[in-house]
């Protein structure tokens, strides 16, 4: 097929300049250059590709296209992407400089050692925190073949605790996190926290107001209990108060135990199960609440 072009020059040579807008080449690295300008478009083809860019970002890969005057890179083959504390490696990656965007794929992992977070598996789209962007975001889907991304992630702690076992490891089809202290996870939803265990279709944390919020088919087990409810809510690490609140067709099962309300109320001191409260969500007398509003509490 025959590819109309306006004008063609190549270059055997490229200078670091044209690496990226945003970007500079530097040693060690970039070891074989070629630019080739077709129309108005510069592209540079690198092997051994080494960028220092805006921000502090350094990045290296087997080879790269680099296209100078849209601030943009394709990267492909043991791609590293570095960013203080912040480390990704992938098979192959993009990255644009003027929106402070990176897109990664293929091998997948992310490691954030001030945070002690990491993600592996899936695509990336990561929005970096700029001058235009307050908060930096992640988001990161199953790849073509269906793995799901898995992340560990540990909230920051308002105390000195700083226990290990406060990271939440989860899995979904898509997990989306904006900043330290935000995340969600959607699709078939699997966490696990030191002994917990917890199911639903999709989960929400926020550090600032809710802790852990499971939406749908929800459900917590621990070694001595099994939770279930339409929402459970979990008290973010390093709460005044821990608890667990099943809501809506709320059933606990425990040691020679059955409870069934409409919402349970779980109070656990050092991750054990200090006391429990179920009653109805409304008042049972009151003819218009939805039924499973007004369930009252029954134990077996």
Known sequence: MAIAVSAMAIGL???????????????????????????????????????LCAGGVEIWADSAEAFPDRGYSHLIGNVRYQEDARELRADDARYFTNEGRLQAEGSLVIVDEAQGSSIENGNLVYLLETDFRD???????????????????????ENESGAENDAYTVVGDQIF??????????????????????????????????????????RVLSGKYDLVGRRITLSAPGSVENLIHA????????????????????FLENDQLERLVATPIVDPARAAADLEDRERPEAV
Do not use: K, W
């Open 247 to 266: 809501r809506r067709n709320a059933r606990l099962e425990g040691d020679e135990l059955l409870l069934t309300s409409a919402q349970i109320f779980l």
């Open 135 to 157: 908060v930096s975001e992640m988001t990161v889907v199953a790849d073509e073949n269906g793995v799901r991304p898995v992340a560990v992630l540990t909230p920051p702690q």
């Open 13 to 51: 040579i490229a200078s670091p300049s044209e690496a990226q807008e945003g970007c500079e080449a530097v040693a060690p690295g970039n070891d074989l250059t070629r630019a080739l300008t077709v129309g108005e478009l510069r592209i540079t083809y690198i092997t051994n590709p080494h960028f």
């Open 177 to 218: 996190l904006l900043g330290a202290n935000y995340f969600t996870a959607v699709g078939d939803v699997r966490i696990e926290q030191d002994s917990l265990e917890a199911f639903a279709d999709s989960a929400e944390y926020d550090m600032g107001d809710s802790g852990l919020v499971l939406e749908g088919d929800a």
